[in-house]
């Protein structure tokens, strides 16, 4: 990559924070996108394609949005790019990377979905999610010159600083929640705010937070910050994960404000378990998500043994509808 474009992509990190608000990319920072990575339609989505349902679109000031209807969702294997996605594989990938035009020029979502976009060339990056919460961002061009592999650079490069911009912007909404409710929350509540001064001693603690440091820290929230938080808060390093199993507590920061959150998985499977159902959820076979997963098929089926054993059931079906219950969680 040259200097210039090492620039760039720095610049837009820094405009990219600035603009950002509770969303971290607006139809203005998608322009400032645009400009990295020229085409004629960026747009960026966060769907759950377990549920099959849109969470979230974007579209660049000026591009047309497109509505996710039922068709797409029809057409969705049919994708060669979304399908990598789906593989745990999240880098910058073209469409010609899998197909010719000649080849997707016969295909049923070119005619359906692409054609009516005057959409022949795709470039797609996507933050690393889990399948029940992808967030990719995705530039189309129509018929003429392809995206180059400096196009493709680029866009691996700023991968990881669209990940932590959308966690800025995710923790700030739940901050901004969470101090909502410091009057009159609960104890028991899942989220607790801590705001530090210097020196590390603590300002304001809601009554969750106070709960959460006594029971992941024994500290009794009140006066000065287990040490180890301080420390971690002044590192610079990414959100902080105490406890283990069912009960998990997150602690992630904006400044000196601090979102401790704990997560309890009424399920209690591990990640690789619930990403193995996930698959299963989306209709997939056992030596299908094998592949998707980079594992062989007797470890799915393991894998499926043991989620059963958990959840106390005994099929497939009992198990999707265990799992699909328990994604809002």
């Known amino acids: 990559m040259s200097a210039r474009d090492a ?16 969303e971290p990319f607006t139809p203005e920072v998608l322009v400032e996108l645009g400009k990295l990575v020229e085409a004629d339609q960026v747009g960026y989505w966060e769907l759950d394609c377990v549920r099959r349902c849109e969470l979230h679109g974007v579209a660049r000031t000026g591009d047309p949005m497109v509505d996710l209807e039922v068709t797409y969702w029809e057409l969705e294997g049919e994708d060669p790019v ?13 469409l010609s990377d899998f197909v010719s035009l000649k080849e997707l020029h016969k295909r049923r979502i070119y005619a359906i979905w692409m054609r009516p976009w005057d959409v022949e ?13 992808t967030k990719t961002f995705g530039f189309d061009r129509g018929p003429g010159r392809d995206f180059t592999e400096r196009d493709r650079l680029v866009l691996n490069l700023l991968q990881p600083h669209l990940g932590r911009l959308w966690g800025a912007a995710r923790t700030r909404r739940q901050l901004r929640a969470a101090l909502e409710s410091v009057d009159g929350g609960s104890e028991q509540d899942a989220r607790g ?47 902080l994960v105490r406890g283990e199993g069912e009960h998990r507590l997150t602690v992630s920061r ?6 401790l959150e704990e997560r309890r998985d009424r399920l209690g499977l591990t990640a690789r378990e619930r990403h193995v159902l996930a698959w299963v959820a989306r209709g997939k076979t056992n030596p299908e998500v ?18 059963y054993a958990k959840l106390g059931v005994h099929t497939r079906t009992a198990a999707v509808t265990r799992f699909l219950g328990a994604l809002g969680d």
Do not use: M
């Open 7 to 22: 620039e760039r992509v720095l610049r837009f990190v820094a405009t990219a924070e600035e603009l950002g608000g509770d």
């Open 82 to 94: 979304c399908s990598h996605l789906g593989s745990n594989d999240f880098r910058a990938l073209k």
């Open 290 to 307: 094998a592949e998707i997963l980079w594992v062989t098929p007797s470890t799915v089926r393991k894998h499926l043994e043991n989620i």
């Open 193 to 239: 705010v801590v705001l530090l001064s210097s020196g590390g001693l603590i300002e304001l603690a809601s009554p969750a937070a106070r709960r959460l440091l006594r029971e992941y820290f024994g500290a009794d929230g009140r006066v000065e910050a287990p040490a180890e938080l301080v420390e971690w808060q002044a590192s610079g390093s990414s959100a």
């Open 254 to 259: 904006s400044g000196t404000t601090l979102l």
């Open 121 to 133: 060339r795709e470039l797609k990056v996507a933050i690393p999610s889990p399948p029940w919460h």
